[in-house]
């Protein structure tokens, strides 16, 4: 698989500002406009909160922290950690960790249910301690996990039993396990695992006999769940029940169709007000269309263009295989979330517990996310020799 993206005249941006800033720029943007727009949509009838309160709440604190995460997350030097052998590599410990709590999130008592899903593990009590969702570090652990073995695997990596076969196993494991409960970050560590696989000298013919085990595990996890066949049927009709499994995808509708061209104004949203669930997580992009009309939609979508082609300039620019793989699953990650969520809340595509990145309310999924940003600003530095790589035409991923 190769990466040629034409840079055109971004190049001539790139002569004053690194593509590693370009990317924290959109990030800090994005989560700026997360703050506000939570804010905005978890107004309440009896009245709105000033100012000073957005600055003194959890969602402004938790941005804070994301984007301390981020530049801490810069400063690593990603080859060197994961590349690391035996008991001193941090990887298998962190993914061991995370897998755990995965488990403890189900267990009745441990866990937290939220919305009718038990995904959720709580540090302290519920007014001040910190809740997170276990599955978020699985889905960027794994990523880590992917590179780092088809670094060390590059001569074998299109052998299916010595290359792709056990991060397969491992991906089968994890996805098991968090698709009882959450069926789309399942699904979207499965599509990124696959495509890192591809990329990292796999064998597409082989990743695709599997195919059919995929798709039957997912039709298996809808038909077993009733709340997720009525999410596929009332995507197909959200008319023939608008008060109940198509009341959700109708109001997400309505609040972009009330914003026309130039939105309501902050603020002054309505669906917010008891009509449209989930207006803060995830259909908090159909707020931003309400109140800030089509120039606040496009510039969430400009804000992850930006991400993704300054990542794939950062991506070209690496000499290193774990490098390179590391930085395309963060893209490949976050893409895909936000077009699935945009999806979502366009009905596009069936109703899915799918976040907008840095925009969606939620600590754990702010923190993560920028930190991974971070990851991927740290691979745009200066090589040993203190000169970044000539761009060529063509750069591959992984080796022929």
Same mark, same amino acid.
């Given at each position: 698989?190769?990466?040629?993206?034409?840079?055109?005249?971004?190049?001539?941006? /790139?002569?004053k500002?690194r593509?590693?800033?370009?990317? &924290?720029?959109?990030?800090?943007?994005?989560?700026?406009?997360g703050?506000?727009?939570?804010?905005?949509?978890?107004?309440?009838?009896?009245?709105?909160?000033?100012?000073?309160?957005?600055?003194?709440?959890?969602?402004?604190?938790h941005?804070?922290?994301?984007?301390?995460?981020?530049?801490?997350?810069?400063?690593?030097?990603?080859?060197?950690?994961?590349?690391?052998?035996?008991?001193? /590599?941090? =990887?298998?410990?962190?993914? *061991?960790?995370?897998?755990? !709590?995965? +488990?403890?999130? !189900?267990?009745?008592?441990?866990? =937290?249910?939220?919305?009718?899903?038990?995904?959720?593990?709580?540090?302290?009590?519920?007014?001040?301690? %910190?809740?997170?969702?276990?599955?978020e570090? +699985?889905?960027w652990? &794994?990523?880590?996990?992917?590179?780092a073995?088809?670094?060390?695997?590059?001569?074998?990596?299109?052998?299916? @039993?010595?290359?792709?076969?056990?991060?397969?196993?491992?991906?089968?494991?994890?996805?098991?396990?968090?698709?009882?409960?959450?069926?789309?970050?399942? &699904? =979207?560590?499965?599509?990124?695992?696959?495509?890192?696989?591809?990329?990292?000298?796999?064998? @597409?013919?082989?990743?695709?006999?599997?195919?059919? +085990?995929?798709?039957?595990?997912?039709?298996?996890?809808?038909?077993?769940?009733?709340?997720?066949?009525?999410?596929?049927?009332?995507?197909?009709?959200?008319?023939?029940?608008?008060?109940?499994?198509?009341?959700?995808?109708?109001?997400? =509708?309505?609040?972009?169709?009330?914003?026309?061209?130039?939105?309501?104004?902050?603020? /002054?949203?309505?669906?917010?007000?008891?009509?449209l669930?989930?207006?803060?997580?995830?259909? %908090?992009?159909?707020?931003?269309?309400?109140?800030?009309?089509?120039?606040?939609?496009?510039?969430?979508?400009?804000?992850f263009?930006?991400?993704?082609?300054?990542?794939?300039?950062?991506?070209? /620019?690496?000499?290193?295989?774990?490098?390179?793989?590391?930085?395309?699953?963060?893209?490949?990650?976050?893409?895909?979330?936000?077009?699935?969520? *945009?999806?979502?809340?366009?009905?596009? %595509?069936?109703?899915?517990?799918?976040?907008?990145? %840095?925009?969606?309310?939620?600590?754990?999924?702010?923190?993560?996310?920028?930190?991974? &940003?971070?990851?991927? @600003?740290?691979?745009?530095?200066?090589?040993?020799?203190?000169?970044?790589?000539?761009?060529?035409?063509a750069?591959?991923?992984?080796?022929?």
């Amino acid at each position: 698989m190769w990466i040629e993206p034409d840079l055109g005249d971004w190049s001539k941006v /790139n002569d004053k500002m690194r593509n590693g800033q370009i990317v &924290m720029l959109a990030v800090v943007g994005l989560l700026s406009l997360g703050v506000l727009m939570v804010h905005s949509a978890g107004m309440s009838v009896e009245g709105g909160a000033a100012v000073s309160q957005m600055l003194t709440s959890r969602h402004f604190l938790h941005a804070l922290t994301a984007v301390l995460a981020m530049l801490i997350a810069s400063r690593l030097d990603a080859q060197k950690l994961l590349m690391r052998r035996g008991w001193t /590599n941090p =990887l298998p410990w962190a993914m *061991l960790i995370a897998m755990g !709590m995965v +488990v403890a999130a !189900m267990i009745p008592g441990v866990g =937290l249910t939220i919305n009718g899903a038990r995904r959720w593990l709580s540090l302290g009590p519920r007014s001040w301690g %910190l809740t997170f969702q276990p599955s978020e570090m +699985v889905k960027w652990l &794994m990523v880590a996990a992917i590179a780092a073995w088809c670094a060390r695997r590059q001569g074998m990596m299109h052998r299916f @039993v010595q290359g792709i076969l056990p991060p397969l196993i491992l991906v089968g494991f994890a996805c098991g396990v968090i698709v009882i409960e959450d069926l789309g970050t399942a &699904m =979207l560590i499965g599509v990124v695992s696959v495509g890192l696989l591809a990329a990292g000298g796999g064998r @597409v013919w082989q990743l695709g006999t599997l195919s059919p +085990v995929a798709a039957g595990a997912v039709l298996a996890a809808i038909m077993h769940s009733p709340y997720r066949l009525r999410r596929l049927t009332s995507f197909m009709h959200p008319w023939e029940d608008p008060q109940g499994a198509g009341y959700q995808a109708l109001q997400s =509708l309505a609040a972009i169709a009330q914003g026309g061209i130039l939105g309501r104004g902050l603020g /002054n949203g309505i669906q917010k007000y008891g009509y449209l669930p989930a207006d803060t997580s995830d259909f %908090l992009y159909a707020i931003i269309c309400e109140e800030l009309g089509l120039p606040g939609a496009a510039l969430v979508v400009v804000a992850f263009l930006m991400i993704l082609w300054a990542g794939l300039a950062i991506v070209r /620019n690496r000499n290193d295989v774990v490098g390179r793989l590391l930085g395309l699953g963060i893209l490949l990650t976050v893409g895909l979330q936000a077009m699935v969520n *945009l999806g979502v809340v366009t009905v596009v %595509l069936p109703t899915k517990g799918i976040a907008l990145p %840095l925009l969606s309310a939620g600590g754990t999924g702010w923190i993560m996310t920028a930190a991974a &940003m971070g990851v991927l @600003v740290s691979l745009d530095r200066p090589t040993e020799e203190g000169q970044m790589l000539e761009i060529h035409p063509a750069v591959g991923v992984a080796p022929a």
